[in-house]
């Protein structure tokens, strides 16, 4: 079972940046994907940005352009640079990976976007 473990969130000001971590118990070399999402109070949760075991990236059309996705594999870790955010950027955002048809989530750490 892959444990993840997000840090980064705090509180920014609107068009400032964030990095966001993932830290993984166990490698993900060998994980296909690794997924950010996230969830703003009184919404469903999001897809924002996916990054595959060969480094591939795609994002959200709402993000696209202004937050990319990283891994370094040896030190089990993906990131999410985020850049210009704004105040839809408000939210908890999770780390998920997906290996053998199953998904992994952690706990999510919260990102205030303020005005």
């Known amino acids: 079972q892959v444990q993840l473990v997000e840090s980064g969130g705090g509180l920014v000001q609107a068009g400032g940046s964030l990095r966001l971590s993932c830290a993984a118990s166990e490698s993900i070399f060998s994980i296909p994907y690794m997924r950010w999402y996230r969830q703003a109070p009184g919404k469903q949760r999001e897809w924002v940005a996916t990054?595959?075991?060969?480094?591939?990236?795609n994002y959200a059309d709402s993000v696209n352009n202004r937050f990319t996705v990283s891994r370094d594999n040896a030190k089990n870790t993906v990131y999410l640079q985020m850049n210009s955010l704004k105040h839809d950027g408000t939210a908890v955002y999770y780390c998920?990976?997906?290996?053998?048809?199953?998904?992994?989530w952690g706990q999510g750490t919260q990102v205030t976007v303020s005005s």
């Open positions: 998920n990976a997906f290996r053998r048809s199953q998904d992994y």
């Open positions: 990054i595959s075991s060969g480094g591939s990236t």
